[in-house]
């Protein structure tokens, strides 16, 4: 009986209210125009609802050891190939050649 009272609730709640009823803390149909700003003839305006996304703080760490061991990585890879030696062409172009 409790899940279906809660899952009522839930169906009967708007993801986004208009500007009117958020300022005015009352309840809004979601509709476009909602019906209290009909009944108030007020303009009824909805901004784009905020997407957040939480993460935990175990996570932020292990996704910054991540990328501080790529670094490391790209770090290394580069001053070893800077250690290698690649030999230059032959340039020797004496008349005997060719």
């Known amino acids: 009986m409790a899940s279906r009272v809660r899952r009522r609730r839930q169906l009967d709640k708007v993801a986004n209210a208009c500007e009117q009823c958020k300022k005015r803390k009352v309840k809004c149909s979601g509709r476009h125009p909602c019906e ?17 996304v939480i993460v935990s703080e175990s996570y932020l760490r292990k996704l910054q050891e991540s990328y501080t061991r790529k670094q490391e990585r790209q770090v290394s890879t580069r001053a070893s190939s800077e250690d290698v030696s690649i030999p230059a062409p032959n340039t020797d172009l004496s008349p005997g050649h060719g």
């Open 36 to 52: 209290s700003c009909i009944a108030r003839d007020l303009q009824c305006i909805f901004k784009q609802a905020e997407k957040r």
